[in-house]
């Protein structure tokens, strides 16, 4: 995940002032909450959440022949 350093906002700050943590996410969709200076927590804006629940079916596709090619013996001895 690529995070865009616009977006991150220390736990402290976050606690101090909420409603600067919910103009990140409208401004950007994103906000990173920082602990001890690493990422911690996301908020994302509830719709973008929606639409990015399902994966589309050509992701599913790919990572299904991702797997079969990494583990076509395996395949190949169930098969038999």
């Not at 200076?37 to 629940?53: G, H, M, S």
């Not at 994966?55 to 991702?66: C, G, L, M, T």
């Not at 797997?67 to 098969?79: E, P």
Request: aromatic residues 8%; glycine residues 2%; negative net charge.
């Amino acid at each position: 995940m690529t995070i865009d350093t616009n977006t991150m906002i220390s736990i402290t700050e976050a606690n101090q002032n909420f409603s600067k943590v919910a103009k990140v996410v409208d401004e950007h969709g994103t906000a990173v909450i920082l602990k001890n200076n690493v990422p911690r927590y996301l908020v994302i804006d509830f719709c973008k959440a929606e639409k990015e629940k399902v994966a589309s079916n050509e992701d599913v596709f790919a990572i299904s022949e991702r797997f079969i090619k990494q583990n076509m013996d395996a395949y190949g001895v169930l098969a038999k």
